[in-house]
């Protein structure tokens, strides 16, 4: 794969979360890149190509304005009105300089539609909250020059170190059940596919909207069965949670934004990949 290492200055927002971490190691080789962290940490303090940001106190144009990015890729958690604010300063400078954003988004913005799974082009709909908020976001960076954008939209991330594992692993230390949905069928994938995906299509330089999952599609139930297994040997308690009585779509399948085979991942090697 052709690298232009002298070419990019990435700036990461939320470098030192799950994804934003992972991130910073698959890019940071390649190109000059940069993150921000939230909460104070020892390793993060001593590397100075990261920043310290409060997203609710701290203005995210002073960062900019220091490390001059012509690529930045928000990560960001926290507070949603916060993020906004934060997400169109970022617009505000992307209008004004040679700068792309790349933007983490979910598969919530379709958790509105049941019936099918959703394509780039689909018109997004959310009855959630956090759903909303992604909405509200996308469709700011869509008011930008075409180039100047890329949106991802994920499904549930795993990996060995993810939040959802951890919490997986808690549960089944504990005793504690845990919440299957067996009318919901999604797709799934890894920080570590993410991650080779998106440093495929900084280097191609992609732009528009691209659905980030696992090319095959699979129950929450049958899934997360699966994973338990994984861990443990022992009979675990779950707790199936109907939210409605017919099947329930939540799912980002690629359309015209298709990814080469390599990078293309199964909800099997998703498996294969946590459980090692």
């Known amino acids: 794969m052709e690298e232009r290492s002298g070419k990019h200055k990435i700036l990461i927002l939320g470098a030192s979360g799950f994804l934003g971490q992972a991130l910073y190691k698959e890019l940071c080789p390649y190109f000059r890149t940069f993150g921000t962290y939230a909460t104070p940490h020892s390793v993060f303090e001593s590397n100075r190509h990261f920043f310290n940001f409060n997203i609710e106190e701290d203005d995210i144009f002073e960062i900019l304005e220091a490390v001059r990015p012509s690529i930045v890729i928000s990560a960001l958690r926290g507070d949603f009105h916060a993020q906004i604010v ?35 082009d689909d018109k997004t709909l959310s009855e959630s909250i956090y759903g909303h908020f992604k909405i509200k976001i996308e469709n700011m960076l869509l008011r930008l020059p ?3 954008v890329l949106i991802l939209r ?48 900084i280097n191609r330089n992609k732009c528009g909207i691209y659905h980030l999952g696992s090319t095959d599609l699979v129950h929450h139930d049958d899934f997360i069965k699966d994973m338990v297994a994984k861990f443990t040997q022992q009979a675990v308690q779950f707790k199936h949670v109907f939210t409605t009585n017919e099947d329930r779509y939540l799912a980002v399948m690629p359309k015209p ?20």
């Open 154 to 201: 994920l499904p549930m991330v795993f990996g060995p170190q993810s939040p959802r594992v951890k919490e997986l692993k808690q549960y089944i230390s504990e005793k504690t059940a845990i919440e299957i949905f067996p009318n919901l069928i999604m797709n799934v994938t890894t920080e570590g596919k993410v991650t080779q995906q998106i440093h495929y299509l």
């Open 86 to 120: 934060a997400h169109s300063h970022l617009t505000e400078y992307a209008k004004q300089h040679d700068c792309k954003i790349v933007f983490l988004s979910s598969a919530n913005v379709f958790d509105a539609y049941s019936k099918y799974p959703s394509y780039e």
């Open 146 to 148: 075409k180039q100047k």
């Open 257 to 276: 934004n298709r990814l080469p085979k390599h990078l293309h991942i199964t909800s099997a090697e998703v498996l294969e990949e946590v459980g090692t």
